[in-house]
T-cell receptor, first 115, second 117 residues
Framework: DARVTQTPRHKVTEMGQEVTMRCQPI?????VFWYRQTMMQGLELLAY????????DSGMPKDRFSAEMPDATLATLKIQPSEPRDSAVYFC?????????????FGEGSWLTVV | AQSVTQLGSHVSVSEGALVLLRCNYS??????LFWYVQYPNQGLQLLLK??????LVKGINGFEAEFKKSETSFHLTKPSAHMSDAAEYFC???????????????FGAGTRLAVHP
């Protein structure tokens, strides 16, 4: 059963620490998204990649957030330094090349608390 | 640019009653439309999708949605609510990309469905 895998599932960290969240997209998918979910803002798109190249990261605070795809099986979202306002659920999602299907699948999320 | 508006942040129905969750979209070109469901403390699960084939789309758990271009709507319905349907529901829009993958998926604010006995 193919699925998007995110780690860690839960993370509690102190303000100022670096946080790295990882995502393994479904094998064969070429588009990867990072979303952040909070009570106040709902689901916000932070960044997305196609064929490992960033297409849009306009939703991401550039001073502390960075997103990369070191290879086709790994996407990372890093926060340095972390702040309490970064507390949220971070979702990764992946989608196939359009000729292979048209469903975007979400991971279970990384639940981040910054104290 | 695409956008999605979900009317009603909270909807409450009785068990066995009709469920109607409203979604209107804005898009300059034919969109792809999705409904996702999120149960408490879980990720998003796809309920159904419209991708320019049949306008009436059937999904999992007895849900269906109808794409109405004239009304720019994609409302989600279920004839008879079950207690297990209590969750948050998100409507989303994207465009297909001829360059080989998806454009960004834009979500509505969500509608929290409560089902009472």
């Amino acid at each position: 059963d193919a699925r998007v895998t995110q780690t860690p599932r839960h993370k509690v960290t102190e303000m100022g620490q670096e946080v790295t969240m990882r995502c393994q997209p479904i094998l064969g998918h070429n588009t990867v998204f990072w979303y952040r979910q909070t009570m106040m803002q709902g689901l916000e798109l932070l960044a997305y990649f196609r064929n490992r190249a960033p297409l849009d990261d306009s939703g991401m605070p550039k001073d502390r957030f960075s997103a990369e795809m070191p290879d086709a099986t790994l996407a990372t979202l890093k926060i340095q330094p972390s702040e309490p306002r970064d507390s949220a659920v971070y979702f990764c999602a992946s989608g196939p090349p359009i000729q292979m299907g048209n469903t975007i699948y979400f991971g279970e999320g990384s639940w981040l608390t910054v104290v | 640019a695409q956008s999605v508006t979900q009317l009603g942040s909270h909807v409450s129905v009785s068990e066995g009653a009709l469920v109607l969750l409203r979604c209107n979209y804005s898009s300059s070109v034919p969109p792809y439309l999705f409904w996702y469901v999120q149960y408490p403390n879980q990720g998003l699960q796809l309920l159904l999708k419209y991708t320019s084939a049949a306008t009436l789309v059937k999904g999992i758990n007895g849900f269906e949605a109808e794409f109405k271009k004239s009304e720019t709507s994609f409302h989600l319905t279920k004839p008879s609510a079950h207690m297990s349907d209590a969750a948050e529901y998100f409507c989303a829009v994207t465009l297909s990309s001829f360059s080989g993958g998806y454009n960004k998926l834009i979500f509505g604010a969500g509608t929290r469905l409560a089902v009472h006995p």
